[in-house]
């Protein structure tokens, strides 16, 4: 098995929103805000080449939407999917499978693109099927009020349309061992319904894609939860029980959404788990 760190672009967001109830003069020690109270964050998917598979996870918001709507997000930096599978040899045509944690937009918007008229959509990745769970499929195509503008018809009916989508078997419990797609994955109902985390055993060590789990280092506290999360209290309850594990197993944890941290490991302390060391992914994985 090989891993491959794959950046598709970064934005930035409210520190606030992604910090709920938390006072920034809290938050801003770890994620410290730009003079619009903006924070960076990334949209590092992973790519797993196991065999004659290429797996891909999470595929960032993509660039089919409107000037305005990236307006919102103030896009920066220069990595897109495609420059960073170029860097390992890969293109689109190559990845077998895209397995979406969850199906917001800046998750899975780059699993669909305009096809070449612009007069409507089509996978952005031809050869690939692409993952979810029949669960977090209906409370994404049947969105509530809260999370509408999160879950976008675009990037997600037209993987319906394609006869590309397949859905994983839920879990007895929280969790799945040895998916479909060769890794274990734990279920969170508290950011999303089904949320799905994957864990990949690698050489000695599991790999932890935390996804919307755990943002960024800064949201280690257990209050510190973001306001995008439709259900706070068990997202901390989610978080307690997989943080607990984490250190106890000494799981490396791939961070999404952080900008600045890579891959980090836990531990307890008197304070309850905490940063025990961070890694970049050329650190883990060469």
Not at 241 to 268: C, G, M, P, S
């Amino acid at each position: 098995m090989n891993l491959y760190p794959i950046n598709s672009g970064n934005f930035k967001l409210d520190g606030g929103a992604m910090f709920g109830v938390v006072p920034k003069a809290l938050w801003q020690r770890t994620n410290p805000a730009d003079a619009n109270n903006m924070i960076d964050i990334a949209a590092r998917c992973l790519l797993i080449e196991e065999g004659n598979r290429l797996i891909l996870i999470d595929t960032g918001m993509g660039n089919k939407q409107s000037d305005k709507f990236f307006g919102y997000y103030h896009l920066w930096g220069n990595d897109t999917i495609d420059t960073s599978l170029k860097q390992y040899g890969f293109n689109r045509d190559d990845i077998t499978d895209v397995f979406m944690t969850h199906l917001h937009f800046d998750h899975c918007g780059g699993s669909i693109q305009w096809n070449k008229g612009r007069t409507g959509y089509e996978p952005a990745f031809k050869n690939a099927h692409f993952w979810s769970n029949k669960d977090h499929w209906q409370w994404a195509t049947q969105p509530n009020k809260r999370e509408k503008a999160s879950f976008l018809k675009e990037n997600i009916l037209p993987m319906e349309a394609s006869n590309q989508l397949k859905f994983v078997g839920l879990p007895i419990g929280d969790t799945i061992k040895n998916s479909e797609l060769g890794f274990d994955i734990f279920f969170a109902d508290g950011h999303t319904e089904k949320q799905m985390i994957p864990l990949i055993h690698y050489k000695d060590k599991v790999i932890a894609f935390m996804a919307d789990l755990l943002p960024t280092v800064g949201h280690l506290p257990l209050p510190y939860i973001m306001g995008y999360d439709t259900r706070p209290l068990l997202t901390l309850e989610e978080k307690e029980r997989f943080l607990n594990i984490a250190a106890d197993k000494n799981y490396y944890l791939f961070l999404e959404h952080d900008a600045h941290n890579e891959i980090i490991t836990v531990q307890h302390t008197e304070k309850g788990v905490r940063l025990k060391n961070t890694y970049t992914t050329n650190d883990i994985f060469n």
